[in-house]
């Protein structure tokens, strides 16, 4: 299917394990972001990636780590789970070279709910 | 203080009623604005944005942005049911991919 899709849509995991979110998009968009969503905080920017190789930190970093080593993919590893961990995690990508209106939009996969224990 | 500040709501109105969301920023460097609409349990998707100040109309929305004031509104005609979710405002700077969001507000339209 094309678009933007995240998987698992829902975790449940325990304090001190290693978690892995995973994004894929089928456009080839240059950009892609990793956002939480918490209820009183709104979205916040992890982090994000302008190209293959190429990352760098948002907002509230500490405690992920990301890679992307193709344009397609880019997965969210939680090192070791916290509670505060326990969020709606979002990826979504953009086109560096869309031109007019389209350089506006951030496209939005549909979330993974994350239970840390 | 942060960047961009929104009502979290919850708005409750009725059907047909007329609908005024608003932020307010910070940050005299945000060039474009941007409203995005989510659905319950669904990622947000772009409803319209606009460039610096002025207004933008898209169907029974209209998006304003007063950089003066550092302040941007939406407003729905006419409200259906179906336009209950949560609006986030969003902005970024000239050359920058990078959107600062709102805390979003939860509306909902009765029948």
């Known amino acids: 299917d094309a678009g933007i899709t995240q998987s698992p849509r829902y975790k449940i995991t325990e304090t001190g394990r290693q978690v892995t979110l995973m994004c894929h998009q089928t456009w080839s968009h240059s950009y892609m972001f990793w956002y939480r969503q918490d209820l009183g905080h709104g979205l916040r920017l992890i982090y994000y990636?302008?190209?293959?190789?190429?990352?760098d930190k948002g907002e509230v970093p500490d405690g992920y780590v990301v890679s992307r080593s193709k344009t397609e993919n880019f997965p969210l590893t939680l090192e070791s789970a916290t509670r505060s961990q326990t969020s709606v995690y979002f990826c979504?990508?953009?086109?560096?070279?869309?031109?007019?209106?389209?350089?506006?939009?951030?496209?939005f996969g549909a979330g993974t709910r994350l239970s840390v224990l | 203080q942060k960047e961009v500040e929104q009502d979290p709501g919850p708005l409750s109105v009725p059907e047909g009623a007329i609908v005024s969301l608003n932020c307010t920023y910070s940050?005299?460097?945000?060039?474009?604005f941007m409203w995005y609409r989510q659905y319950s349990r669904k990622g947000p998707e772009l409803l319209m944005y606009?460039?610096?100040?002025g207004n933008k109309e898209d169907g029974r929305f209209t998006a304003q942005v007063d950089k003066s004031s550092k302040y941007i509104s939406l407003f729905i005609r006419d409200s259906q049911p179906s336009d209950s979710a949560t609006y986030l405002c969003a902005m970024r700077g000239a050359g920058s991919y990078q959107l600062t969001f709102g805390k979003g507000t939860k509306l909902s339209v009765i029948p």
């Open positions: 990636s302008a190209a293959a190789d190429i990352t």
């Open positions: 979504a990508s953009s086109d560096r070279l869309a031109g007019g209106d389209l350089r506006n939009i951030q496209y």
């Open positions: 940050n005299s460097a945000f060039q474009y």
């Open positions: 606009t460039y610096s100040s």
